[in-house]
């Protein structure tokens, strides 16, 4: 899943794309998401920063998303 957030982001960019993963790097909702790419545009659409968060209590090392709950 890909969320879109359409104001200026940390980097100075104008919009900012968020796409949500599982533990082993496959799209998923943002509930069921271990992992968040976030990447940053200029208004012409270039790519200035990416940042990849763990999320949802994952971190690398645990075994499923399952096992949080």
Same mark, same amino acid.
């Given at each position: 899943?890909?969320?879109?957030? @359409?104001?200026?982001?940390? !980097? $100075?960019? &104008?919009? &900012?794309?968020? =796409?949500?993963?599982? %533990?082993? $790097?496959?799209?998923? %909702?943002?509930?069921?998401? !271990?992992? &968040?790419?976030?990447? *940053?545009? %200029?208004?012409?659409?270039?790519?200035?920063? *990416?940042?990849?968060? =763990?999320? @949802?209590?994952?971190?690398?090392?645990? *075994? &499923?998303?399952?096992?949080?709950?």
């Amino acid at each position: 899943m890909v969320e879109i957030i @359409n104001e200026k982001t940390p !980097c $100075g960019g &104008a919009y &900012a794309k968020i =796409f949500y993963k599982d %533990s082993k $790097g496959q799209p998923v %909702s943002r509930d069921k998401a !271990c992992q &968040a790419h976030i990447h *940053e545009y %200029s208004e012409d659409g270039r790519l200035l920063q *990416e940042t990849i968060a =763990f999320v @949802n209590g994952w971190y690398p090392g645990k *075994e &499923a998303h399952n096992d949080l709950q």
